[in-house]
């Protein structure tokens, strides 16, 4: 069964830092990864995906993660953040031989300061 | 896009009531959705798989008799929390896979229960 790690909790950060959440997947055959994030009272949203080719992936509102296939990672990053990037952020992943079920990580919320 | 409701989004029930949980996908046919639970400052764990006109899959660990999952249209799933009991209160939420996509999920608003 595959597992999901996200290194940080809680990210304290001001507005215009870069940020950068972790993520690590255990899993040893093909994995499509996704990133969902969840605004204050709002439902989850997807972010970004990886399914195949180009690791590097860029989603919507300016965020972009890469696939790291040799250190089971799908880090995300944001060279400048906002206010309104306060939220939680959830890395998930799903084997394909488990069909379409999501494995999601532990989250992190993130906290950008004005 | 891709639209899923909820409902009710907030729902208080007495201990050894049943409540029953609707997610319905508004503007696209899922033949398959997923339930979720998701505890405070948790993440979300995977309750079951609902395919419709079929039965449920369920999580390891998950009473299928205490969660009963009906899936009977393309557009509606529900979850119906038998004899609830407090340690059965919970953010539940929902998800929907478009008919004819791959492996991309659309998630409902979710419902709070609380169980008195």
């Known amino acids: 069964a595959q597992s999901v790690s996200q290194h940080n909790h809680h990210v304290i950060l001001s507005e215009a830092a870069s940020l950068e959440l972790g993520c690590n997947y255990s899993y040893g055959g093909t994995v499509n990864l996704f990133w969902y994030v969840q605004y204050p009272g709002q439902h989850l949203q997807l972010l970004l995906k990886?399914?195949?080719?180009?690791?590097l992936v860029k989603g919507i509102k300016g965020f972009e993660a890469e696939f790291i296939k040799s250190k089971f990672s799908f880090n995300l990053r944001k060279p400048s953040v906002q206010w309104s990037d306060t939220a939680e952020y959830f890395c998930?992943?799903?084997?394909?031989?488990?069909?379409?079920?999501?494995?999601f990580g532990g989250g992190t919320r993130v906290l950008v300061k004005p | 896009g891709a639209v899923v409701s909820q409902h009710p989004s907030r729902v208080i029930c007495k201990s050894g009531t049943s409540v029953k949980i609707e997610c319905r996908s508004l503007d696209f046919q899922a033949t398959t959705m997923f339930w979720y639970r998701q505890f405070p400052k948790q993440s979300l764990m995977l309750m079951a798989t609902s395919n419709e006109g079929s039965k449920a899959t369920y999580e390891q660990g998950v009473e299928k008799d205490k969660f009963l999952i009906n899936h009977a249209s393309l557009t509606l799933s529900t979850l119906t929390v038998t004899s609830a009991h407090p340690e059965d209160s919970s953010f539940y939420i929902c998800s929907a896979l478009q008919r004819g996509s791959y492996n991309e999920q659309f998630f409902g608003p979710g419902t709070r229960l609380t169980v008195l």
């Open positions: 990886y399914f195949s080719g180009d690791p």
């Open positions: 998930a992943v799903n084997a394909r031989a488990a069909g379409n079920k999501l494995t």
